[in-house]
């Protein structure tokens, strides 16, 4: 039954919080909330925040006010903060933002209906004090049994006493694309991350939890998961066993109808030579290994907390394209690290060279409060930083844009994603290959005397190459 109430989610930051705004989403559609598209139609608007680094908070800050901007004396939206800031700041965010009518943490997403309709009441909800979360249960919008923690092994792990399936999503888009949660949190202490300090430790959803998710989506009309983590190589190891993830891909292709499986965020110094082989010999994985490198200078890394090197590094490349020659591997680094020298930078550049990756997002470093780095000495020159974020990131274009050129005459098979016209107004369906990333160039598709659609998987040979995108012409569909 309908509560009469209208509800807008807009959410901002990486494909985790993505989940989440769906999570939430399927709270409040159960709970009689009306979703709707429009801020401007909604009695309430939660905004989805990022508190990543300083770009992500300022978005986040920015599409707050533009919000709250809907107001009119009395009308308007009531305009409620979630998500990572939210968390973070908590109280402090609330308190630099009067026009905000709550700041609400994780623990607020259980009962998020009722928390909404407080402050549709016109209750003033007191923010929470952010606390260090890393010696708390993280709270997340998945709910599973803490019983299941202390399982070994994997036999019986779906059939943990008292276990229940997981609150149904309610899709925010159409997209054929979605992201699905392997886990919440994160137990590595990066120098240069704050994120365990308000997302938790890291906890593993339970492998039918997932199993069922994708299957639903499925009937939502997805035709491809991107499994999504802090660090997609730790899944299982709080539920005793490390080889879940392996276990865990071809169960997706088997039970599921489901056409193309991605995998986010692979920590390089613990990628196992068992996931590779899984990855690269399970038909529903794509050829796309997301491994967050950060730098190849070891000494670098091991300020960073990190671990691995340069030949650590080419080694894991190189035994991935032994096992997978279509493999696409994307990477971030991190520029100007705190002592970093010009040998260590000339490092990276040679490492970067040699990798040959086909996409890698360039951060240059600044200090992110509440993290170790940030009180490290020897911070480098921003000018200098600045100076080497372009010297890497014009060597990538050349590196990737030759990824992109091998690639010609190669059949790819590419999911449809949308349809579009171009100059000329010939009909292109754009979408990407297997070793596409959700943010790694696309491929468009010259629609000629094959029809197909959004959804459709199409094997084209490519036939030409616009930075990192790639033109193709359609051979064959499969739907």
Request: aromatic share 6%.
């Amino acid at each position: 039954m309908s509560s009469g109430r209208r509800v807008a989610l807009l959410t901002l930051g990486c494909a985790r919080n993505e989940v989440d705004s769906e999570e939430l989403a399927g709270r409040l559609y159960a709970e009689g909330w009306e979703l709707v598209e429009d801020a401007d139609q909604a009695d309430a608007v939660l905004v989805n925040t990022c508190g990543f680094v300083e770009v992500a908070k300022k978005d986040s800050i920015d599409t707050i006010l533009e919000v709250t901007g809907l107001k009119t004396g009395e009308s308007g939206p009531a305009v409620v903060a979630v998500g990572c800031m939210a968390e973070r700041y908590g109280r402090e965010l609330a308190e630099s933002l009067p026009e905000v009518d709550a700041v609400l943490g994780f623990d607020a997403y259980p009962a998020i209906g009722d928390q909404l309709a407080r402050v549709l009441s016109g209750e003033r909800i007191e923010s929470h004090t952010p606390s260090d979360r890393r010696q708390l249960l993280p709270v997340t919008p998945i709910e599973r049994p803490a019983a299941a923690v202390s399982i070994p092994g994997h036999a019986s792990i779906d059939e943990v006493p008292g276990w229940r399936p997981p609150v149904l999503r309610t899709r925010l888009d159409d997209s054929p694309v979605a992201p699905v949660k392997l886990a919440s949190g994160c137990d590595r202490r990066c120098a240069f991350c704050a994120i365990p300090s308000f997302r938790g430790s890291f906890v593993s959803r339970l492998p039918g939890d997932v199993v069922s998710e994708v299957a639903w989506l499925v009937s939502e009309g997805v035709r491809e998961v991107v499994l999504v983590s802090e660090n997609s190589t730790s899944y299982g190891k709080d539920l005793g066993d490390l080889r879940l993830l392996e276990q865990l891909l071809p169960r997706l292709g088997d039970e599921t109808d489901i056409r193309r499986v991605r995998v986010a965020y692979l920590q390089p110094a613990e990628v196992r030579p068992e996931l590779i082989a899984a990855m690269a010999r399970t038909p529903v994985v794509a050829p796309y290994y997301d491994l967050s490198f950060q730098h190849a200078s070891a000494d670098v890394l091991r300020r960073m907390r990190r671990f691995g090197g340069t030949d650590a590094f080419l080694d894991l490349i190189a035994r991935i394209r032994d096992l997978d020659p279509s493999a696409g591997i994307r990477s971030n680094v991190i520029v100007g690290f705190p002592g970093e020298t010009e040998a260590e930078f000339d490092e990276l550049l040679d490492f970067l060279q040699a990798a040959r990756l086909d996409a890698v997002g360039v951060f240059g470093y600044s200090d992110e409060e509440g993290t170790e780095a940030a009180s490290f000495p020897g911070k480098v020159d921003e000018d200098v930083v600045r100076s080497r974020v372009e010297e890497v990131s014009g060597l990538l274009d050349e590196v990737m844009g030759q990824r992109a050129e091998d690639r010609r005459g190669n059949a790819v098979d590419v999911l449809i994603e949308s349809i579009d016209y171009d100059d000329d107004e010939w009909r292109y369906g754009i979408g990407r290959a297997g070793h596409q990333g959700p943010e790694d160039g696309a491929t468009k598709v010259r629609f000629e005397a094959v029809p197909f659609e959004v959804g459709d998987v199409v094997t084209a040979d490519v036939v030409g190459v616009e930075g990192i995108d790639l033109i193709a012409r359609v051979a064959r569909v499969r739907r």
